[in-house]
Structures are given as C-alpha cells and as structure tokens.
C-alpha cells in the first residue's frame, strides 16, 4: 500500500511513495513533484454528479489528480493550498470522518469522500458545508490540512467539548455535534448577544467517542484582514 509521510516542520510536504500498480487521489493542483513512473491525470472522481455534489458543499475542486505509479515504483510530494500542517488519519469500517470545508489533502484509492446531509442546525448555521457534508469512508489513508497548526482532540464519552467552528479541520463520523453559540448563562438572545460582543461566533459541541483534528488559525479572519 502507498506509504505517506509528512515531511518538514513549517508548511510541511505530504511524501507519498507508491510501488508499480499503486494509486490515490488528492486535491486538484496538490502535486509539488514527483518521479518519472508515476502518472497524474484529472479526475471526475465519483461521476460528474457527486463531482458537483463535493463542489458546491466542500470548496473542493470539480477535478481531483489521481496519481498512479505506471511504470515502476516512485515517489511524490504534496501540498495544501493554504500555508498550514497536514494530519494523518486511519479510514475504517466504523471509524469515518467528516471533513470540513477546503480540508481534504489526499488519500489511498481504498478510501471513498462522498457527500452526507449535514443535521439541520450545521446546514443553517454551520462553515462545515452547509446541508451537505464530505465524509471519508473505506479503509486506508487520508491525509487533512488545517491552516497553521494542528492538534487532535480525543472526544472521551460524557464530556462535552466545545471548538470554535472555523477552526475544526475533521472529526470522527461516530460523533454526536450540534452548531450553535457558546452558552454564557444568559439565554437564547443572551447567547447570540455574547456572541457577537465577544468575537467568539459559531462554535461546534462534540459528544461521545472519537476524535477531532482542530487548526490554530481562522481562514475567515485571515482572509477578511488582508
């Protein structure tokens, strides 16, 4: 199977080494460089309807590259979009992720990222995709970004915890969350109030097992500054 490895401390490189025969697939444009037997080509991954689909619900790209080593084995390195970490992640039957929007990096050919209906509150009030989300099913490697650093959460059962939602980079299928503001004591209104007084906006409370990639910067703010 492919191996990945993150590579550098600062903006760091995704290195993938595949042997003759072997693929995946990443986000289009991610390829940085890669050796004379490897081949990258387009893809409608999915058909042209779940294409569209993962384009107007995650900000990905219509086409994906699909890498694969033709004629011997090879290596290749790859790159988010955004300056920031990458984080590895183990697809398998019962441990899924959903990916925030732009978060998608790579992944072995063995792991599928199709859409999902959001609940009701992330789809009206949530950055995670609106009424559709992209969840990663299958078994293999995915490789997310987050913009600046990365860190994982482990979600343990009966603890709620609470993350900033322009921060969530992807998180454990298995996990219960609902959008909404941080809760200050002071009510529905009081909460909005608070909300928008403090700068703090949508947060995303997590419960049950499971684990969250979170990313030390807002994509949002960073954009709105510049």
Do not use: Y
């Amino acid at each position: 199977m492919p191996s990945f490895t993150i590579t550098g401390e600062i903006d760091p490189f995704l290195h993938v080494s595949l042997r003759k025969g072997e693929k995946i697939f990443c986000e289009s444009d991610a390829m940085v460089m890669m050796e004379e037997p490897l081949q990258v080509k387009g893809q409608l991954r999915g058909g042209i309807g779940r294409a569209l689909v993962r384009r107007m619900a995650n900000d990905e790209s219509l086409f994906q590259q699909e890498i694969e080593a033709v004629s011997g084995d090879g290596d290749c390195l790859l790159s988010p979009a955004l300056p920031g970490s990458i984080e590895l992640l183990d697809v398998a039957p019962g441990a899924d992720f959903v990916l925030s929007d732009g978060s998608f990096l790579a992944a072995e050919s063995t792991v599928e990222v199709n859409p999902r209906l959001n609940t009701l509150g992330g789809g009206l009030f949530g950055g995670t995709g609106g009424f559709v989300i992209m969840e990663a099913r299958g078994r293999g490697k995915l490789a997310v970004s987050g913009f600046g650093s990365v860190f994982t959460l482990d979600i343990e059962p009966g603890r709620e915890t609470v993350v900033d939602n322009s921060h969530v980079v992807a998180w454990s299928s298995a996990l219960s969350f609902e959008v909404g503001t941080p809760k200050t004591g002071g009510g529905f209104f009081g909460n909005i109030v608070n909300s928008v007084t403090s700068g703090e906006g949508l947060v995303i409370r997590f419960r049950g097992q499971g684990k969250v990639v979170i990313c030390s910067r807002n994509r949002s703010i960073f954009k709105a500054r510049q």
